[in-house]
């Protein structure tokens, strides 16, 4: 609750400044005259941004602008939909930052106004990371119109998304349908994104965004409290293709999905018997983080264990002009746009499906294996070592100090990043590993610092587990699916344990053996899959099966027990 009592007081500070600005003052302070025009380097043509405003101190300074559909201004930040404003700012020395999303450059200049004068400042951008064939979408947005808290209108939601420079904005206001089409015409932006009808599902057991969707239709029921009956009835609203589970680790109405309780971070296990049938998950919401980033990834990495397909996406959550910006986190999916107002919907959700798609919060993050297989491929054929090539990119403002690779949820490789950064590609390497005896799933994870980003700020955490937090930009990608034991197919390391567990007829003896081929993860499955077979495994002769197999089996076993909650039989 302390974040919507956040928001609340961030949307009566919003209107406060509203009526201070449409209230008569005889005593106006001194003001000077800022004309910014903000162009693509090159084209010269003008683009949609942000722009930031700093006084000698580094403080925001007020900012007033004409009341036009195009902007969205508040204390330090403006947004133009058009590139091209007039404000009036106090007089003196101020430092301006214009942005357009981490895919652009920045620009900076240092500016002084005198009382009653008038300046004209031309910015650039540039582009500065590839994103070819990906379309830049944010699957979790809202408004102060619909959603009832924040502070952004819908008008400065459009604007703020154009400014952002995503291409495919999902509106997901709670158990609303609603489109962004009229209010991006009027604003006169409509030709900087396809917007797509969504909804944020808001029930007790858990929130998740549902789209595309038509605007006039139901919105998808929130009650019987069963979340199984609940998702059935959202897939089954016309048109409707993606379900993605929200904030899994946060707590909403006293229900936090992936509380211990209920979910079994190993193995990925339903404690509470809620499904987790969802085609993807959060594993970055960049208005709703957590103390530790890795938290969310590692609910994925469970599901996935498990052999659920869940896709992973970053989206931003966002509800304010400025307080979190929007589409600070983002997923870029594989999909085609003859320009960014015609981006093929429909081609893009079947490509999100497949898992065809990166997560980013500033960093892009791309991998391939053998060569010949990226991200959502099954990679097949494949000799003794895996070169896993792994590239990062992001914007001359950023940087990245480490790249992790992760397989069934195992850290297996990973570099340390040093030296300037300022070019786009901020690491190209590529990784030797041998290739897994079984199927596993392998992922790349890059980080790096940004409590120096005061000009692109990432809000910390809303539901805190621990005093210290560092900021941190991130790219991840989703899974490349390795044919490990060549059968041209997949196997997750459930469909490994149950397979062990058929073959053992009962005999511990026998199951340590078939587990011993495999890696900690298929005995983490076991382990959960015996506890729900009603198996004992305290008793001396599976403990003593059990301590002569080897580490990996009674690695598996024993995560499985250290983080199954006391509550639950042995």
């Known amino acids: 609750m302390l974040r919507y009592a956040v928001l609340a007081l961030a949307s009566l500070v919003a209107v406060l400044a509203a009526l201070a600005r449409a209230a008569p003052n005889r005593e106006q302070p001194p003001s000077a005259a800022l004309h910014l025009v903000v162009t693509e380097a090159g084209s010269?043509?003008?683009?949609?941004?942000?722009?930031?405003?700093?006084?000698?101190?580094?403080?925001?300074?007020?900012?007033?602008?004409?009341e036009t559909r195009d902007v969205a201004v508040r204390p330090g930040v403006v947004y133009t939909g058009s590139g091209d404003v007039t404000l009036s700012v106090p007089p003196g020395r101020l430092t301006l930052y214009a942005l357009r999303g981490p895919t652009y450059s920045l620009a900076r200049k240092s500016v002084t106004l005198k009382p009653g004068g008038s300046l004209t400042v031309r910015l650039e951008l540039r582009r500065e990371v590839g994103t070819s064939g990906y379309v830049s979408c944010d699957p979790h947005t809202h408004t102060l119109t619909y959603g009832g808290h924040g502070d952004a209108t819908i008008q400065e939601r459009v604007v703020t998304l154009a400014g952002e420079g995503i291409e495919m904005p999902v509106a997901t206001e709670h158990n609303k349908h609603v489109s962004y089409?009229?209010?991006?015409?009027?604003?006169?932006?409509?030709?900087?994104?396809?917007?797509?009808?969504?909804?944020?599902v808001t029930t007790s057991v858990g929130h998740w965004c549902l789209f595309p969707l038509r605007p006039k239709d139901t919105p998808a029921p929130v009650t019987p409290l069963n979340r199984a009956s609940l998702l059935a009835a959202s897939r089954a609203m016309p048109e409707?293709?993606?379900?993605?589970?929200?904030?899994p680790a946060d707590v909403h109405a006293s229900f936090r999905p992936a509380d211990p309780a209920r979910f079994h971070l190993g193995s990925g296990e339903s404690l509470d018997g809620q499904t987790w049938?969802?085609?993807?998950?959060?594993?970055?919401?960049?208005?709703?983080?957590?103390?530790?980033?890795?938290?969310?990834?590692?609910?994925w990495f469970a599901l996935l264990n498990r052999g659920y397909h869940t896709v992973a996406v970053g989206a931003s959550d966002c509800h304010d002009v400025d307080a979190f910006i929007v589409s600070q986190a983002r997923t870029y999916i594989r999909g085609s746009a003859a320009a960014p107002d015609r981006v093929d919907v429909a081609d893009a959700c079947t490509n999100l499906l497949a898992g065809r798609a990166l997560v980013s919060l500033g960093l892009l993050t791309e991998a391939w294996v053998d060569h010949r297989f990226g991200v959502g491929d099954l990679a097949t054929g494949l000799g003794s070592t895996l070169p896993v090539r792994v590239r990062v990119q992001g914007p001359g403002w950023m940087s990245a100090d480490r790249v992790e690779l992760w397989m069934n949820g195992r850290k297996v490789a990973e570099r340390r990043l040093s030296?300037?950064?300022?070019?786009?590609?901020?690491?190209?390497?590529?990784?030797?590993?041998?290739?897994p005896k079984q199927d596993a799933w392998l992922v790349a994870i890059a980080s790096g610092p940004a409590d120096n980003l005061t000009f692109w700020p990432i809000a910390p955490p809303y539901q805190p587990s621990r005093l210290d937090w560092e900021p941190r930009v991130i790219g991840a990608t989703n899974p490349i699916?390795?044919?490990?034991?060549?059968?041209?197919?997949?196997?997750?390391?459930f469909d490994y344990a149950k397979a062990a567990l058929e073959s053992s007829g009962g005999s511990a003896?026998?199951?340590?053996?078939?587990?011993?081929?495999?890696?900690?993860?298929?005995?983490?499955?076991?382990?959960?899959?015996?506890?729900?077979?009603?198996?004992?495994?305290?008793?001396?002769?599976?403990?003593?099966?059990?301590?002569?197999?080897?580490?990996p089996v009674r690695t598996g076993f024993a995560l499985y027990e250290e983080l199954l909650p006391q509550s639950i039989p042995r």
């Open 44 to 66: 010269g043509k003008a683009l949609p941004c942000r722009i930031v405003l700093r006084g000698t101190r580094g403080e925001p300074v007020m900012v007033r602008a004409a």
């Open 181 to 200: 089409s009229q209010a991006a015409e009027q604003a006169g932006v409509s030709r900087w994104f396809t917007p797509v009808v969504g909804d944020e």
């Open 240 to 247: 409707a293709r993606v379900a993605i589970l929200n904030h």
């Open 277 to 299: 049938g969802f085609d993807a998950i959060e594993v970055i919401n960049s208005s709703a983080q957590r103390s530790d980033f890795m938290e969310p990834f590692r609910v």
């Open 419 to 435: 030296g300037s950064q300022t070019r786009p590609v901020k690491a190209d390497l590529t990784f030797r590993l041998p290739k």
């Open 481 to 493: 699916r390795i044919d490990g034991d060549g059968d041209g197919r997949y196997s997750s390391p």
């Open 509 to 551: 003896a026998k199951l340590m053996s078939e587990l011993a081929h495999f890696d900690e993860a298929v005995s983490v499955q076991a382990a959960s899959l015996l506890r729900e077979r009603g198996v004992k495994t305290t008793t001396s002769e599976f403990q003593q099966a059990l301590q002569s197999a080897p580490q």
